[in-house]
């Protein structure tokens, strides 16, 4: 790894207020905005944003199969994001009796009718042998003592087919080993500190590089441009944009917005999952959430009541294992009935020493918030926890904007539906982070230079940072899991008059205010669009899945004058 070192520069310019409004179905972000002015400007032929699974996987797999050369940039250090917070595993048919036709049932069935079959189709096929690669790049997964993998069981899998490491710290594991790789490859060029701000668009409509803001040691603000001949956005999810989430700081949609406002298309935002078992902090349940990992129910724990009654069987064959979106829908229902703050999980046969050895992570976690699992109930509810839609991309990764790829979470490959199945994220970064490898590599063949595309004024604006707590809250009370036309429109008024609240100075906080707006102006006008409930998305105003009007996708755009445009497009017809 090359770590690199931009010259200072500073020169973004103040955005002008942003003018928003909203009619019956649409949201109009019309603003001004003046793009910053790039300090410095380096020159590669794939720039990789992000360095979770996704990220690192792409840019590695592209230094170890070709001479183009590839420069990371991540907002936070190189191992931080949202992958190391992963618990539970990775998804793949890799044990006796198992198989990728399998794991296409789960996750078809969880997906609820919206999934893209032959992205599934690659996704389980393709998927153990980028785990047993994984391994082989030093992935150290858990194993039994004949040296088997260790696989478990998650909600809606019909087979142990889970691989972990560390027992609950397998995200950890797997961005240690491959950030080892990366550190050593004297091919991948690294900036850390550095959020994406916009994509800059050649005159042939291709994405011929970004525009970045450099947070280093005496380089607060400084602007760059990155000339690239291939733009890969793996930034993760957007967490954030709801008050408590599993996701960590950095989860603020910045791929995605950013893609919105070079005008690519974003798909099925409205399917945000909730992960059932967070941790309750009582009044600390703001930002990112403990989470109790649904490996913890896949070795046997149950869900109980204030009572004490264990309300999952008889809700679903599976019950407590049960796709989370069934299970998070029982448990606020039962909160409701209740009224009680959350539910609790009973884990205490497992005993100190399981405990320790399968959870060390969550164990350690929960001791250090007063909460003895071995002797005590955990006290749950959900949180925001993973994005299912995101760019929309083909099978290849490449987005609808020639040049622009799109990975992991922040993408949308059709492989999660309406409804993610457990521990298939992982998998998909990694999956198609060989896809957008090879396809890169093939396109590009030999380094050669970018094109020299002019960086003009993107769409967008930068609202001010102290609108993020209000628009976190609204999202959460009015677009969770449980959702109606009325709580919708008042989340998408409340979001136009928070966006009047004036412009920020142009700064990480600002842009990621910025940034989540934007993602969550997509989707309330995509929520507020899909009258029905399927997957992910429940309302209370249309509690019957409908397929005759609403089997397929949610496109969204933003146009040049700042409107919001989502299209409906049925299975079958793209
Ligand atoms: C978990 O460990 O429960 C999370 C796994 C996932 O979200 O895939």
């Known amino acids: ?112 009718g919206v999934c893209d079959e032959t992205a599934v189709r ?4 393709e998927g153990p042998a980028a785990v047993r690669e994984l391994a082989q790049m030093g992935a150290r997964f858990d194993r039994s003592r ?9 909600g809606g899998h019909r087979r142990d087919r889970i691989a972990h490491a560390g027992g609950d710290a397998t995200g950890a594991e797997i961005i240690r080993a491959l950030v080892t790789r990366v550190l ?48 890969v956005l793996a930034t ?11 996701n960590p700081s950095v989860s603020t949609g910045d791929g995605v917005a950013a893609a919105l406002r070079a005008g690519a298309v974003v798909r099925d935002l409205e399917f945000v999952q909730f992960h059932p078992t967070v941790a309750w902090l009582g009044s600390r349940s703001r930002g990112q959430q403990p989470l109790v990992s649904e490996a913890v129910r896949g070795e046997g724990a149950f869900l109980v009541d204030d009572a004490g009654e264990r309300f999952m069987p008889g809700q679903h064959e599976l019950a407590d294992l049960a796709p989370r979106d069934v299970v998070a829908k029982a448990i606020l229902r039962r909160m409701f009935e209740t009224g009680a703050e959350h539910v609790w999980l009973d884990a205490r046969d497992f005993g100190a020493e399981k405990w320790r050895v399968r959870f060390p992570t969550i164990y ?24 299912s839609g995101g760019v929309r991309t083909d099978l290849l990764g490449e987005s609808s904007l020639r040049g622009l790829f799109g ?92 966006s009047r609240r004036g412009t920020g100075v142009p700064g990480t906080e600002t842009w ?31 509690p019957e899945r409908d397929d005759e009007h609403w089997r397929g996708h949610l496109d969204t755009t933003l146009a040049a004058d700042g409107t919001l445009t989502t299209t409906y497009v049925a299975i079958g017809s793209s």
């Open 146 to 154: 004949d040296g088997q993998l260790s696989l478990t069981r998650e």
């Open 236 to 246: 993760g999810g957007f967490g954030q944009v709801y008050a408590s989430t599993t």
């Open 512 to 542: 990621e205010t910025t940034n989540l707006l934007s993602v969550a102006a997509a989707l309330v006008q995509a929520a507020r669009m899909r009258d029905e409930t399927r997957g992910t998305h429940w309302r209370d105003d249309h």
């Open 364 to 387: 350690e976690t929960l001791l250090s918030l007063g909460i003895d699992p071995v002797r005590e109930l955990i006290p749950v509810v959900p949180a925001c926890h993973h994005a």
């Open 407 to 498: 990975c992991g979470e922040t993408a949308c490959t059709g492989v999660h539906g309406a409804n993610r199945l457990a521990s298939n994220s992982l998998l998909e970064g990694l999956v198609f982070g060989h896809r957008i490898a090879e396809t890169i590599i093939a396109r590009l063949g030999e380094p050669a230079p970018p094109p020299r595309a002019p960086v003009v004024a993107a769409r967008g604006a930068l609202l001010d940072e102290s609108a993020r707590p209000e628009l976190q809250q609204l999202m959460s009370r009015d677009v969770g899991v449980l959702r109606d036309e009325k709580g919708l429109t008042l989340a998408a008024e409340s979001l136009t008059e928070l």
């Open 1 to 112: 790894m090359t770590r690199f070192a931009p010259t200072r520069a500073a020169n973004a310019r103040e955005s002008a207020p942003i003018a928003t409004g909203t009619d019956a179905n649409r949201i109009t972000l019309a603003t001004r905005l003046a793009a910053p002015e790039p300090g410095w400007d380096v020159e590669t032929d794939v720039v990789v944003v992000g360095s979770g699974i996704a990220g690192l996987t792409t840019a590695l797999h592209i230094s170890r199969q070709s001479a183009l050369r590839v420069l990371l940039v991540t907002k936070d250090v190189i191992a931080a994001g949202s992958t190391r917070w992963a618990q539970g595993g990775i998804a793949a048919a890799l044990g006796a009796g198992d198989s990728p036709e399998e794991h296409f049932a789960d996750t078809m069935l969880a997906g609820a």
């Open 122 to 125: 690659a996704l389980v096929r």
């Open 184 to 231: 050593d490859a004297t091919d991948v060029s690294v900036i850390e500190h550095a959020l994406v701000l916009d994509l800059i668009r050649a005159d042939d409509g291709s994405v011929a590089g970004l525009t970045l803001h450099v947070m280093g040691e005496g380089q607060r603000d400084g602007v760059g441009a990155v000339r690239a001949r291939a733009v």
